[in-house]
Structure formats: structure tokens, C-alpha cells
T-cell receptor
Framework: AQTVTQSQPEMSVQEAETVTLSCTYD???????LFWYKQPPSRQMILVIR??????QNATENRFSVNFQKAAKSFSLKISDSQLGDAAMYFC????????????????FGKGTLLTVNP | EAQVTQNPRYLITVTGKKLTVTCSQN?????MSWYRQDPGLGLRQIYY???????DKGDVPEGYKVSRKEKRNFPLILESPSPNQTSLYFC?????????????FGQGTRLTVV
């Protein structure tokens, strides 16, 4: 079974600074997807960024980028120019790319990192 | 607008009183699932459905039931709720086909069982 580990329960960053959230995972599969979800106080789960394991290029979405190290099974999220609206719980998640079997569509989540942005 | 709609958003109930949390999606997705979120544990899958009339257990199914009679709806049923089912619940849907891997989540249901 796959596992996802977020080793930082809480992080803080100054507004306009850069912060990196860590995520490691364990899998025996070679093809999969990785995600970062943001959960603000409204509780809504918002997809921030996704990475396909077969792509070597790191995904970027505006101020958000990832450092995907497949051999090390590491998938960190970098937030540049942090804004007050970035304050939220962030979840790293894994999904298999194998289409057979319903369990392969399951998202396996880490325990989350609570990000505080200080003005 | 593509969305997953859960109701209610907040629910307080007493131990043993049956309840249903509804979930509906308008994206014609085949795959739907329920997760519960608990502090320090992240989100864990309760049940999932691959299509109409096809459901199966996730990681924490005890005390829950689901049904999938229509493609768009996937209700979560707690026949005899207990305090350890106090949690934040999310319904999610995604397509089984194509390159789009994104899961769409409902707004969440905060359930308290006293």
C-alpha cells in the first residue's frame, strides 16, 4: 500500500517570502500522480498543483512550483512571494495511474501541513 | 459550473439516530468516493463507487453504508451513528478516463454525534 508522509505539521512564513513544504511517499509503482491540495478555513479542498510521475519536468502554477525527485520519492511544494491568502492547511496526495480496480483511483493523503503567513 | 454538492454542511445528531449525507455531481463522472478528515490523520477513504450499482470499501468503512442508484448521486448513510464518527466528511468525484486526473470535492459536511 502507498503511504504519504508530511513531516512538518506546521510552518510559518513572512508575507512576500518563499516557503517550501515537504512531502515524501512510498510506492512500488512506476506510474502515478502526485498532488498538492490547499484547504483554507472555508474547508474547501482546492487543487494547487499536480505532477505526473512519467514527466521529468517539475510542474509550476504561477507562484507555486514543485520539486519532484522520483528516485528519492520526494515531492515538495514551493510557494514564492507568499500572500496572506496562502494561509491554509496543505495536503500532499498520491494516486495510482493504473486504471484497473477502483482502489487505484483512491487519493492517499498525508496528514497535512498548516501554513501560517505573517504580515 | 462543474461542481460536487454535499448536504448538509453541518449536522449535529444523537447516538443511534440514522442519518444520510447527500452528494451529487454534475460532471457525469464515473468514480465517486467518500473521505473523512480527522485532525492529525489527513483524509481517509470510506467507500468508493466505480459506476452505478458498483461500490466497494475503502480504508475505514466500518459503520457506514453507501449506494449508487444513479450516476450523479452517492449518498453516505450512517445507520447507527456513534461519537467516534464525529468528523469532517468529503465527497469527491473524478473521471475514470482520459488524462484528466483531477478529483473534485464537495464543500464538506461537519458531523457531530453526541
Amino acid at each position: 500500500a502507498q503511504t504519504v508522509t508530511q513531516s512538518q505539521p506546521e510552518m510559518s512564513v513572512q508575507e512576500a517570502e518563499t516557503v517550501t513544504l515537504s512531502c515524501t511517499y512510498d510506492t512500488s509503482e512506476s506510474d502515478y500522480y502526485l498532488f498538492w491540495y490547499k484547504q483554507p478555513p472555508s474547508r474547501q479542498m482546492i487543487l494547487v498543483i499536480r505532477q505526473e510521475a512519467y514527466k521529468q519536468q517539475n510542474a509550476t502554477e504561477n507562484r507555486f512550483s514543485v520539486n519532484f525527485q522520483k528516485a528519492a520519492k520526494s515531492f515538495s511544494l514551493k510557494i514564492s512571494d507568499s500572500q496572506l491568502g496562502d494561509a491554509a492547511m496543505y495536503f500532499c496526495a498520491y494516486r495510482s495511474a493504473i486504471r484497473d480496480g477502483g482502489s487505484n483511483y483512491k487519493l492517499t493523503f498525508g496528514k497535512g501541513t498548516l501554513l501560517t503567513v505573517n504580515p | 459550473e462543474a461542481q460536487v454538492t454535499q448536504n448538509p454542511r453541518y449536522l449535529i445528531t444523537v447516538t443511534g439516530k440514522k442519518l444520510t449525507v447527500t452528494c451529487s455531481q454534475n460532471m457525469n463522472h464515473e468514480y465517486m468516493s467518500w473521505y473523512r478528515q480527522d485532525p492529525g490523520l489527513g483524509l481517509r477513504q470510506i467507500y468508493y463507487s466505480m459506476n452505478v450499482e458498483v461500490t466497494d470499501k475503502g480504508d475505514v468503512p466500518e459503520g457506514y453504508k453507501v449506494s449508487r442508484k444513479e450516476k450523479r448521486n452517492f449518498p453516505l448513510i450512517l445507520e447507527s451513528p456513534s461519537p467516534n464518527q464525529t468528523s469532517l466528511y468529503f465527497c469527491a468525484s473524478s473521471s475514470r478516463w482520459g488524462k484528466n486526473t483531477e478529483a473534485f470535492f464537495g464543500q464538506g459536511t461537519r458531523l457531530t454525534v453526541v
